[in-house]
Nanobody, 124 residues
């Protein structure tokens, strides 16, 4: 059984920063890809970022490139999402995902495991 638990969400003003964490447990993630998705009210879930666990190659949605950074701590089985220069349109529930069954990390339907999500609200 794999468990993912996100933390670090909250309320922040536009231009501010937050760091999300996702702790993984239940199996070794030394070769597992990890990702972040988000879903705003009334919108579909969208890809935010992903990292290939073993080599650290990162991928980003165009809307967050240059502002968000995904990283991982293999020893802690934890992946992070550093979010800077936040905008009101970044407001969403952010979900951690693990073990993509595809190299197209943007396809949320191909990720096996999901966390419960953490709310990020950016005020203008």
């Amino acid at each position: 059984q794999v468990q993912l638990v996100e933390s670090g969400g909250g309320l922040v003003q536009a231009g501010g920063s937050l760091r999300l964490s996702c702790a993984a447990s239940g199996r070794a993630f030394s070769s597992t890809n990890m990702g972040w998705f988000r879903q705003a009210p009334g919108k579909e879930r969208e890809f935010v970022a992903a990292i290939r666990w073993s080599v650290g190659i990162t991928y980003y949605a165009d809307s967050v490139k240059g502002r968000f950074t995904i990283s991982r701590d293999n020893a802690k089985n934890t992946v992070y999402l550093q979010m800077n220069s936040l905008k009101p349109e970044d407001t969403a529930v952010y979900y951690c995902a693990a073990d993509a069954q595809t190299t197209n990390f943007r396809d949320g339907s191909r990720w096996r495991y999901w966390g419960p999500g953490t709310q990020v609200t950016v005020s203008s």
